[in-house]
Each structure stands twice: as C-alpha cells, then as structure tokens.
C-alpha cells in the first residue's frame, strides 16, 4: 500500500474525479460514507449523541457530510462549525445547505467565548483542519483545539488530527482517541512523537481510483497483512533440511549467550532447515543443553569471541547479538565482514563496533541488513532533532552505503537505497529483553531460506510483530517475553496463509 504526500494525494482525488467522470463533491460524499460506516459501527455503544467541530476547508465538508448522515439514522448531532476562515471550499459550502435542509442542529463558531462547554459530550467527532496545514496555529482554530484537548472525550479524527503537520513536527493538535484515515496512509501518522496525537489508526476505503492511485510516484510504503502474506513462499512438497537453507549465528560472550540461544531458535521457527551457532566455549553446553536442535562451533576462547571461522557453508548469518566489545572481537569481526560476502544481519554489539571503526562500514556488502534499536542508531547516523530528520538522516545513511536499516519502534521503519517501508504489525508487548535478538534471527532465517534481503527484512519485522497482535487476547503485555515471540511464530504463518488464500485485506 502506497504512502502518499498530501500534494499526491490530491493529485489522486483530481484524477479519481476526472477518471470517474464524477463532482468533487461526490467523492467528498463517498469519504464521508466509509467515515459514517466506521463510526456507527464501533461507537453505537458509547452513545448516540454526537458533537461534530468542523472547518471551512474540504476536511470541514467532510465531517459536515457525516453530521447529515448521522442525523439521518437518527442520532443526536451537534454540529459547530469553526469559522477559521470567511472563505469556506465550495463544497464545505454545498454540504452546509445539505445539513440545514435535513435539519441538522448548527451552530458556527466565531470567536472563543462562543466555544460550547463539553462537560456533557461523550463522542466528539473531530473534522476541523485538514492536510493542507502549512503553518502554526494560532487565534480561533489554537483555542478550540485547546478546549477540546482539555475536555479529555472521545474524540474520533477524520482523515487527520486536527493541526497535525505532515511534514514537520507537531507542537499542537487534537489528541484522537482514534485516527480514521482515508485509504491512503500518510507517514507522519506514524511517527513515535506523533502516536498522542493520533491514537488508534483506522484505515477506511473510500472508493479512490485505482488507476489514479498506481500512477501516484512515491518511494514510502505501507506493508498490510495481505502484501505480506503474498510474499510467503510456499514449501515445496519435497522441500527438506538441506533444501530450507542454514543459518548461521555469530555472537555471545560469557553471562550473554542467551541472546544468540533466542536468535537460534527464532530462525529455526522461521522456515530454514539448520542453525549453527559460533560462540566462545562458556556457550556450547548452555546451547547443546537448551537447544538440541542446533549445532555449535566454538571459538578457541572460553569467554568471548576471538577470531570468526567455519568450517560449514551457511546461507544466511546474523552477527553481534551478545557478543561484546573485547579488543579481540573487535579485531574479529573487522577481518570477517572484509571477508565475506554472504547475506547478513548485523545487531547489538556488532553495531557498535562499527560505529566505532566508522571505515568498516564500507566492507559491507550490498543490501547487508542493520537492525538498531535508537541508541545505536544514533552512533551510526548521529543525533536528530525530529522524527522526520531521523528518517533523512536514515535514509541518506542507507544510500550512502547501500543498506538496508530498520528503525525499531511501534510503527518500524525499514529503509533502504531506495525507498521507506512502514510496518503494520505489533504492540508495545515487544519492548521486552531479548526482543531485537529473536527479530535478528528470524530475518536470518529468512534469507537463509532464499528470501531477497529486502523481502526477508518485511517479513521478519512484520512476523515479529505480529506475534503481539495475535497474543494480545491471551498474554498480557506486560507479561509477554521474548520467547513468547517464538512460540507464536507458526500461528503468524497460519494466519499468512489463511489471508493470503482469502485474498483478505486486513489493515
């Protein structure tokens, strides 16, 4: 799924308009409709008297159009109508004479003493500013905005939080209890600084063109569950261990080879056929005995890794994950990655030896794969002062050296030489230890299978993530632990398969 500019997409409201040979205000109409069907099927139960804030702009026309539609149905609307400008959209203008001629109550706001108390509102409908916001706020819109925030209701946000910025950071907006947008994502919904403006995310189709939509240039993505399951290959019939790829798991040191036992075993769960684990000698019993499965190599070392060699031909290999910053692992490490030429997820330790040897970066192959949580991230990029300067930072970095790195966090980011993907899945049941080090070997377990990197990368993040959203009913976020994470990675495969063989888009 496409991530849109606000410039795009009104170039695909304009096409979609043109291509249909419909009015702007039909389409208007249809947005409001799949906004009407959303509300009145999951707010029904929290009341049916609804208080409606709406501008003078297209986004105003919008909410306006569901007033009249709710007062259809016979809900209790109050519509305000915040008269931020005197020049109303001309189809603002058109759905007010609709709203009057069905008797909906209004009642146009001018200056802030004729603000309503919302001591007795329960569900506020917020339809007040659109994605066209270029500057701060200030006078009427500021001070209703600030009303309504204080009134800590329910309050649903059509297409956007009121006075969010699509392209810089936010200081003031509505914050949503719920964000119901219109078909096509907008990147800064995403942003971690943006998450108490924009509360839970809701993604309606409103009947935008097809065609209009795949002409639209963009290199920003959504990945939904029915794209990803898309990219699951089936297992062949005769598939069989030496088939399904080995991964090979480089890392540990003494008090730390947890972390490369979870990494193991994600990437065996994920598919491929054999693991091997290299770590220094304090980890081969801890491995043998708590995860049969694997095979160790260990290192001449008993405490941390002191040299990077094999004697097997791994498909795929994961690095860092409790390895250490020993002079001799670092020393290690630098001869292999000038060495090797094999697919590869670099994480935790290795990460940071690298930031610290900056000229290593350039043995990396193409497409190696980064996985940083944000203090790491910082030490490769630098400090950032925004959301949207981390993502230029990331992007330049990736370019620069033709990677592929994920930001970690609610909504992660992979980014590569080309283009920003979102991810669909997860909760903040993941922010637990050993988290990042299951992630790491479930994309390494991937691309040992034969997955392209960037492939592989999608899936891991979105497979790990998903294990939250799947157990939300079942394990209490607080409770959720890494390992919970594993055990619910082929209940995400089964719900891949069931998706992709239903053709089911599930936003």
């Known amino acids: 799924m496409k991530i849109l500019t606000a410039n795009a997409i009104r170039a695909v409201d304009a096409k979609t308009i043109e291509y249909n040979e419909i009015f702007s205000h039909e389409l208007m109409e249809m947005a409001a409709r799949a906004f009407f069907y959303h509300f009145a099927s999951k707010y029904s139960c929290h009341t049916n008297v609804v208080t409606l804030f709406c501008g003078t702009g297209n986004n105003g ?44 109550d209004i009642t146009t706001i001018t200056s802030v003493d004729q603000i309503p108390s919302l001591d007795n509102v329960n569900v506020i409908i917020d339809a007040i500013l659109g994605t066209g916001l270029s500057r701060p706020l200030n006078g009427l819109a500021k001070d209703v905005l600030e009303i309504i925030n204080r009134a800590q209701k329910i309050v649903v946000s059509l297409d956007i939080p009121s006075g969010l910025f699509m392209d810089k950071p936010t200081s003031l907006a509505i914050n949503a209890t719920e964000t119901v947008t219109f078909q096509i994502p907008k990147l800064a919904l995403f942003h971690p600084l943006n998450d108490q403006f924009v509360g839970l995310l809701s993604i ?75 770590v220094p000698q304090c980890g081969v019993s801890v491995i043998q005995s ?75 192959k193409p497409n190696t794969i980064l996985t940083p949580h944000p203090g790491e991230l910082s030490r490769l990029i630098g400090n950032w002062d925004d959301d949207f300067h981390k993502i230029a930072l990331t992007r330049e970095f990736a370019r620069k050296y033709n990677l592929i790195v994920v930001i970690k966090g609610a909504h992660s980011l992979i980014i590569d030489s080309n283009n920003l993907y979102v991810n669909s899945s997860g909760t903040p049941a993941l922010a637990t230890a050993g988290s990042g080090d299951v992630l790491s070997g479930i994309i390494a377990g991937l691309l040992a299978q034969g997955y392209e990197a960037i492939i592989a990368t999608q899936l891991g993040i979105y497979i790990h993530g998903m294990t939250a959203n799947i157990t939300s009913d079942t394990i209490n976020a607080r409770s959720f632990i890494a390992s919970d994470i594993i055990d619910n990675i082929g209940k995400v495969y089964d719900r891949m ?11």
């Not at 569901?66 to 109303?88: P, Q």
């Not at 490490?333 to 990460?351: C, E, K, R, W, Y």
């Not at 398969?497 to 936003?507: F, G, H, S, Y």
């Open 61 to 104: 026309g919008d909410g306006i159009a569901v007033a009249r539609m709710l007062h259809t149905v016979g809900y209790s609307v109050k519509l305000f109508i915040v008269e931020i400008s005197n020049n109303y959209s001309d189809d603002c203008a058109l759905n007010i004479e609709r709203a009057e001629k069905a008797g909906v």
């Open 204 to 278: 309606v189709d409103i009947g935008l063109d097809s065609k209009a939509i795949t002409e639209a240039d963009t290199d920003m993505y959504y990945l939904t569950d029915a794209s990803m399951a898309d990219k699951l290959v089936p297992l062949a019939k005769y598939s069989h261990k030496g088939t399904q790829g080995h991964a090979l798991i480089i890392g540990g040191s003494i008090g730390k080879i947890g972390s490369i036992t979870l990494a193991l075993k994600a990437a065996l769960k994920s598919g491929c056929g054999l693991v091997t684990a290299l």
């Open 290 to 364: 708590s995860f049969p499965e694997a095979m160790v190599v260990q290192d001449k070392n008993q405490t941390h890794l002191s040299s990077i060699s094999y004697d097997i031909n791994p498909s795929a290999i994961a690095i860092g994950m409790g390895m250490g910053q020993h002079n001799d692992t670092k020393k290690a490490l630098g001869l292999f990655l000038q060495n090797t030429s094999i697919p590869m997820v670099i994480d935790a330790d290795a990460l940071n030896i690298l930031a610290d040897n900056y000229d290593w970066i350039s043995y990396l």
């Open 497 to 507: 398969n069931v998706v992709k063989n239903t053709d089911d888009l599930v936003l």
